[in-house]
């Protein structure tokens, strides 16, 4: 297995608290990812990072924000839980980007905001 | 802007029949393209990708996926499916210009005995 941890693996939160998620790898690859994956939608990109302080928003960013202060290490906040961020969070890493390669995902993190 | 279609949100099937999921994508530029499989409470894995070359790749557990650049496709195809075949497909596209993987909305195949 790809050398991802993703932290917590379990959350339960109240609408309004700040959450924060974790992912961190031992591979040094340059790209990561932040997804979100709900029934019929499937997995939908929040933010990515092509390196450090590098990040750009995925077509599902609004509510969420991102930080990589290190190689291995990519956070994301929900700055206000709301209930419409229920959902399980995968992580993924990717050597490169545009060259085509395959992405490694985390065991995901499964949020519950009450 | 790229994007996935994935036509079939559930595909039933029995033990030993062959099985098609299919996928199509939209993207004015080359693409690269890659087939992943969830299992129950699991993150995602790689099943098979293409980059170039031959059309017919050929993935793990038996399966393989054909490149159609003229139908934008890339369906995924077993001939004889095993009741461990059970689980959720993700068709997912890389286009060259952009460091964005963007997936389809998933095909649950459920293989019954």
């Known amino acids: 297995d790809a050398g991802i941890t993703q932290s917590p693996r379990h959350k339960v939160t109240e609408t309004g608290t700040p959450v924060t998620l974790r992912c961190h790898q031992t591979?040094?690859?340059?790209?990561m990812y932040w997804y979100r994956q709900d029934p019929g939608h499937g997995l939908r990109l929040i933010h990515y990072?092509?390196?450090?302080?590098?990040?750009d928003k995925g077509e599902v960013s609004d509510g969420y924000s991102v930080s990589r202060s290190k190689t291995e290490d990519f956070l994301l906040t929900l700055e206000s839980a709301t209930s419409s961020q229920t959902s399980v969070y995968f992580c993924?890493?990717?050597?490169?980007?545009?060259?085509?390669?395959?992405?490694?995902f985390g065991q995901g993190t499964r949020l519950t905001v009450v | 802007a790229q994007s996935v279609t994935q036509l079939d949100s559930q595909v039933p099937v029995f033990e030993e029949a062959p099985v098609e999921l299919r996928c199509n994508y939209s993207?004015?530029?080359?693409?690269?393209l890659f087939w992943y499989v969830q299992y129950p409470n699991q993150g995602l894995q790689l099943l098979l990708k293409?980059?170039?070359?031959?059309?017919l790749v050929k993935g793990i557990n038996g399966f393989e996926a054909e490149f159609n650049k003229s139908q934008t496709s890339f369906h995924l195809r077993k001939p004889s499916v095993h009741i461990s075949d059970t689980a959720e497909y993700f068709c997912?596209?890389?286009?060259?210009?952009?460091?964005?993987?963007?997936f389809g909305t998933g095909t649950r195949l459920q293989v019954f005995p």
């Open positions: 293409y980059l170039s070359g031959s059309t």
């Open positions: 993924a890493i990717r050597d490169r980007g545009r060259e085509g390669t395959e992405a490694f």
């Open positions: 990072s092509y390196g450090v302080k590098d990040t």
């Open positions: 993207s004015s530029v080359s693409v690269y």
């Open positions: 591979e040094n690859h340059r790209y």
């Open positions: 997912a596209v890389s286009v060259s210009n952009t460091d964005k993987l963007i």
